[in-house]
């Protein structure tokens, strides 16, 4: 029997995708407040695993709204829903996963923002999660969030203590040391990027609920491998796009050349003005030819004002190495590429969607909707989908062991 799951602040399907690759879960709802990656999430549930997207179990809301999400809604932006507790019906729910937004929690955000995000509202979401746990009761749940949210503290007050203490109020039970035991690095889980994530296994309280939560964590670090994994296998095998020696139009300043290659989904460049093209290509150069001449920040902040004639505090620009894990994928890709340049000098440019996507292991099947910023944005929101696979055949193992030991106590 396959294991009853509920996926909140689902994104575009990163965690749902991970956990249906493994023929081991049932996806019995999905909520997202976002339309571009909900619509792509129904898209992919209904091409590749063949959902009946007549049930509408996929639902576009804000999961702030709590009771309209449970009891059902009536939303001129949202539109109509018979809600959570209708939809589930009388369908066990095992399992709840997600991962509330998580730019309050980031380090890059608090930086940016002149209140370190303390004002943020998204410090919060993680109590509507809550809610829905304490309402459906599933044996466990997988909640997912940045290496930020260890150190967050809006209002002077430690968000991890404020989660362990949701979660133990509705008598949950998840690890004392988050850091220690929760902190993953996905490039040594095969992902091919330094993208370091907070995994939140928790359970039902009861005498074996500490045991379990052991469990989880060995058998993820069982699984880690001894190297990361480097990006080169991000840009293999797809078609070259090289600048254009004019600039046609306003909008185009690269070219697609197939040789025979089929164009995969979602691999169109996005524009780079001359200048842009020309830095590319200097720092892959370097990088390729080994004189590694912009290695240090100060060289690359000079780089820019030399280019551009403007001063910066931060460098913006860094190439990814083929011999190396890619740098995180962040949601704010959507806004420019500067932090993910090609490694290759003589495409000279930033990466295009389908690549973001290969970096974050979705498959090439996996089609992306909405505006090319949507899927930057939804793609660097999401969990790698074969880091997620890990997660669920991880709790898997969990389960069934749990489900043979309740057997062996029903036949005593």
Same mark, same amino acid.
């Given at each position: ?222 699984? !880690? ?5 480097? *990006? ?5 095998? &797809?078609?070259? @796009?090289? +600048?254009?020696?004019? %600039? ?75 011999? !190396? ?5 962040? *949601? ?5 590429? &500067?932090?993910? @340049?090609? +490694?290759?000098?003589? %495409? ?65």
């Amino acid at each position: 029997m396959k294991i009853n799951v509920i996926d909140l602040f689902a994104g575009c399907g990163g965690l749902t995708d991970g956990f249906l690759q493994t023929g081991k879960y049932n996806t019995i709802a999905a909520v997202d407040w976002e339309l571009p990656t909900v619509n792509t999430l129904k898209n992919r549930l209904s091409s590749k695993w063949n959902y009946d997207l007549t049930k509408n179990n996929i639902l576009h809301f804000d999961i702030q709204r709590t009771d309209e999400l449970l009891h059902g809604y009536m939303d001129s932006k949202f539109g109509i829903s018979e809600g959570l507790i209708s939809l589930v019906n009388k369908s066990k729910v095992d399992l709840i996963v997600g991962g509330p937004p998580c730019q309050a929690y980031s380090i890059a955000g608090r930086v940016r923002d002149k209140n370190g995000m303390q004002d943020d509202y998204r410090n919060y979401l993680f109590e509507s999660y809550v809610k829905m746990v304490e309402y459906f009761k599933p044996l466990t749940f997988v909640f997912e969030n940045v290496e930020g949210i260890l150190s967050a503290k809006p209002g002077g007050i430690s968000i991890i203590d404020r989660v362990k203490d949701a979660f133990s109020e509705i008598d949950y039970e998840i690890t004392d040391n988050l850091r220690a035991n929760a902190l993953f690095d996905t490039s040594y889980y095969g992902i091919p990027q330094k993208r370091k994530r907070v995994i939140i296994y928790g359970v039902k309280k009861s005498k074996t609920s500490a045991q379990q939560i052991r469990n989880f964590y060995s058998l993820m670090q069982s699984k !880690k491998q001894p190297i990361p994994t480097n *990006a080169k296998e991000a840009f293999e095998n &797809l078609p070259k @796009i090289y +600048p254009l020696n004019e %600039q046609n139009g306003i909008k185009k300043s690269h070219a697609v050349r197939l040789n025979g290659v089929p164009l995969p989904e979602n691999h169109e460049p996005r524009f780079h003005s001359k200048r842009d093209v020309k830095i590319f290509e200097i720092l892959a150069n370097d990088i390729q030819c080994g004189a590694n001449k912009y290695a240090s920040t100060k060289s690359l902040i000079q780089l820019y004002k030399e280019q551009t004639g403007k001063d910066s505090k931060f460098h913006k620009y860094h190439v990814i190495r083929e011999d !190396k894990p890619s740098n995180t994928i962040p *949601a704010h890709l959507y806004k420019d590429g &500067l932090r993910h @340049i090609h +490694p290759d000098p003589k %495409q000279a440019r930033s990466i295009t969607v389908r690549e973001a996507a290969r970096i974050q292991t979705f498959d090439d099947d996996f089609e992306f909707l909405g505006s090319r910023g949507d899927q930057y944005k939804m793609i660097g929101n999401a969990v790698p989908p074969k880091f997620s696979k890990l997660i669920a055949e991880t709790v898997a193992e969990i389960h069934l062991k749990q489900n043979n030991n309740q057997e062996e106590l029903c036949q005593k």
